[in-house]
């Protein structure tokens, strides 16, 4: 049996510029999850998901967050972001602060080698985001596809 070859074609108008987007997101995401679970020599290997939490909490005040607040800023599941909290309290790179007044609600707080990790990880990783996403566009790309951009994620944080 002879194998040949089949195009796919792309669809036109908004279908096309939806598969596009979910093309390039996928892409995108998956060098850089490669990336933190391959770092270069001395780095320590973390997940895309751990990354992003590490990333949230340095970027909060005190570096710390309710793990409701966390909920709302990171690109996992309920159920991933489960999972990445232990591994990185297990690996003492958050730790998880049990509230005085309500023994069911959480605080996450970044320690010093939760820090000293993402440090080590994001020169290179920001290298990694920039040749596969930001090279991609000119300057005056950038300045329309970024307010297009907050404009969608305004519009699914409303519905």
């Known amino acids: 049996m002879e194998n040949k070859q089949s195009s796919v074609k792309r669809p036109q108008g908004k279908w096309g510029t939806w598969q596009d987007f979910i093309f390039a997101a996928s892409q995108v995401l998956a060098v850089a999850e490669s990336d933190l679970q391959n770092p270069p020599a001395g780095g320590q290997a973390m997940s895309l998901s751990d990354f992003d939490i590490l990333a949230s909490l340095y970027q909060a005040e005190e570096k710390a967050l309710a793990l409701s607040c966390l909920k709302e800023t990171v690109l996992v599941t309920t159920s991933g972001l489960s999972r990445s909290i232990g591994r990185l309290v297990e690996r003492g790179w958050i730790e998880k602060i049990q509230s005085d007044q309500d023994k069911r609600r959480y605080t996450l707080k970044l320690t010093k080698a939760g820090e000293e990790a993402l440090l080590a990880a994001q020169t290179h990783h920001q290298e990694v985001v920039s ?24 519009h699914l944080k409303e519905n």
Do not use: C, D, W, Y
């Open 131 to 154: 040749r596969q996403f930001f090279s991609a566009f000119s300057v005056s790309e950038m300045k329309t596809l970024s307010p297009l951009l907050e404009k969608l994620v305004a």
